[in-house]
């Protein structure tokens, strides 16, 4: 096992294991770890002092590893050795939390099992599909264009929108302000009621036909209030899992399917 | 040299469809090539198929793969030695990945989509740098926010994943269960002589964030 530490917090290098429980899974089940020989105050107190000397990790970091040093060795090697009735003879006071770390970790040793299995399946199919090459991407093609992270699209749309309200009066009330400039919408209404009228219209439509286009939906219509309505009910349709939105091409018009 | 012609069973389709896979540099769907040569989709898989079955046959040095959705051309794996030492293909065609690249990718793939919490809280350890890494090789897409507190981002797996591992798609892999009833993972055996080793220049590297 090799330890170091860098800036971001502290690091712990298992060579040839991809992570903890899989370190744990190999020692029970080769039997070569003897939890009666591991003293737990003198490992939390080495790495505890290695931690304190390194001056560069989080308070968060070292009570997190602590919490992590106490239950692994500890309660969760114990509890997987055989030999459970020795922690049941500890007392009455002890043997329900016991019990409860116990099937704590045999659930979450029982649940990641089979992703272990599945890492392996993946590495070998890896290895195999190691052996065979292919026509280098050029780059200009196979570029995919993700719509992600909805939120996030969502959240920078009204930051943009906000910038825009604030900066200078002419832009604002050149196309924000105009009543008669947002074609279409009656400007009383509430956002999320031309919202919700758009989602039913949209809806309406691909009952009709599998797949429409963001530009049909727009029509003709090119003013700003419909593009922004329209966008948000898509993005609210999708986040609903109602609909599926791909752009197969840079510049290309949005599809909309039903889902 | 061989020579390859009609009559030793390539058609003209064939041959434009390997044509169309060869200049290709991303895996080509079967509609696409159906729409692109004017045939019904399921001529299209027919030649296909043929022109699959034609190049095994002849012992070409370049096959058919279907993966991520597509076909694409590829080496034969008899190959893979001589190819590899040509001007550095393995070295900057391959992605190299960790064993907890590879576990961290097993979570995602099964559990799609799903936050990080998740994905560490199956495998027991921090997986923030990990996913970070392979995110950045496009292995894996952010895919939304989940609802409820916090909005965590969710994460899928992408066509690069499948093409790595050389998946048609995430329905090829086997199911936990039918994992189960699987033998213990074949390397298991080495990990004794493999745990003192330290590999480096790997997509996640070999540990992870211990909390």
């Known amino acids: 096992m090799v330890q170091n530490h860098d800036l971001s917090g502290f690091q712990a290098e298992v060579s040839g294991f991809s992570g903890p429980f899989d370190l744990l899974c190999y020692l029970v089940e080769n039997r070569q770890l003897d939890a009666a020989g591991i003293s737990v105050g003198q490992a939390v107190r080495i790495y505890g002092a290695y931690l304190a000397n390194t001056r560069r990790v989080s308070v968060a970091v070292i009570s997190e590893f602590l919490v992590l040093a106490a239950s692994l060795v500890l309660n969760k090697i114990r509890s997987l050795l055989p030999g459970k009735t020795a922690v049941q003879e500890d007392g009455p006071c002890g043997t329900e939390e016991e019990s409860r770390d116990e099937f704590d970790v045999e659930e979450k040793l029982s649940r990641y099992r089979p992703y272990r299995k599945a890492s392996a399946f993946l590495w070998n199919k890896k290895e195999k599909q190691d052996l065979v090459f292919s026509r280098p991407s050029s780059g200009d093609e196979g570029q995919t264009w993700d719509l992600g992270d909805l939120y996030g699209l969502c959240s920078l749309w009204w930051d943009i929108l906000e910038e825009k309200r604030g900066s200078g009066s002419s832009a604002k009330s050149t196309w924000m302000d105009r009543e008669d400039n947002w074609e279409g919408m009656p400007v009383p209404l509430p956002d999320e009621e031309q919202i919700d009228m758009k989602i039913s219209e949209i809806m309406g439509i691909l009952k009709n036909s599998p797949a429409v286009s963001f530009s049909k939906l727009l029509g003709n219509s090119r003013s700003v209030s419909v593009f922004v309505v329209t966008l948000l009910s898509l993005l609210e349709m999708s986040r609903m899992g109602r609909i599926r939105i791909v752009q197969e091409e840079l510049f290309r018009d949005v599809l909309i399917y039903s889902i | ?211």
Request: glycine share 10%; with cysteine; net charge negative.
């Open chain 2, 1 to 211: 040299m061989c020579s390859y012609t009609a009559s030793e069973g390539i058609s003209d389709t064939g041959r434009k469809i390997q044509a169309i896979l060869f200049v290709a540099g991303s895996p080509v769907p079967a509609a696409e090539l159906a729409e692109v040569l004017s045939l019904p989709p399921s001529v299209t898989s027919k030649e296909i198929s043929r022109l699959d079955e034609f190049l095994r046959r002849t012992g070409s040095g370049v096959l058919l793969q279907e993966t991520a959705g597509g076909w694409r051309m590829v080496t034969a794996e008899d190959t893979a030695d001589a190819v590899s030492l040509f001007r550095d293909t393995a070295q900057t065609q391959k992605i190299r990945l960790s064993r907890a690249a590879v576990e961290t990718l097993a979570v995602i793939a099964y559990n799609q989509p799903v936050t990080r919490s998740e994905v560490e809280d199956i495998r027991g350890v921090r997986c923030e740098r990990v996913i970070e890494t392979l995110l950045s090789h496009g292995m894996i897409r952010i895919a939304g926010r989940k609802k409820g507190t916090g909005s965590p981002l969710l994460y899928r797996t992408t066509d690069l994943f499948l093409e790595t591992f050389g998946l048609i798609s995430i329905s090829e892999l086997p199911t936990l269960e039918e994992l189960q009833e699987l033998a213990p993972p074949p390397e298991e055996k080495n990990r004794k002589g493999a745990a003192g080793e330290t590999e480096q220049g790997h997509i996640g590297g070999e540990g992870d964030d211990l909390p």
